[in-house]
């Protein structure tokens, strides 16, 4: 299983981005993670493979929407309102189980994509 993701920049507060995690292989549930400088990695939001079940971390309830177009096999997260406290690396993963806010329960990584908020 392969993860690509990208779509990650520097922006000013109260920008947007759209971060895309292009999956390979069959059906996952797929994970956004998030990791800023001397912290550890928390998660963000993660999505069922169908697309019917969602998730969010509070910090980010109401500003980022994740969505999936599995004709394309990617997996979108929509930031809107960034703050600067959401400067990190994110990460997608995909989980072979049921869709969740845990790290543990997934089973392939990406490499990461930066995304940089200013003040």
């Known amino acids: 299983v392969q993860l690509q993701a990208c779509g990650g920049g520097l922006v000013q507060a109260g920008g947007s981005l759209r971060l895309s995690c292009a999956v390979s292989g069959r059906r996952y549930a797929i994970g956004w993670f998030r990791q800023a400088p001397g912290k550890e990695r928390e998660f ?64 392939y990584w990406g490499q990461g994509t930066l995304v940089t908020v200013s003040s």
């Not at 394309?72 to 969740?100: H, I």
């Open 44 to 107: 963000v939001a993660a999505i069922s493979w169908g697309g019917g079940s969602t998730y969010y971390a509070n910090s980010v309830k109401g500003r980022f929407t994740i969505f999936r177009d599995n004709a394309k096999n990617t997996v979108y997260l929509r930031m809107n309102s960034l703050k600067p406290e959401d400067t990190a690396v994110y990460y997608c993963a995909a989980s072979e189980a049921v869709v969740s806010e845990r790290e543990s329960r997934y089973d």
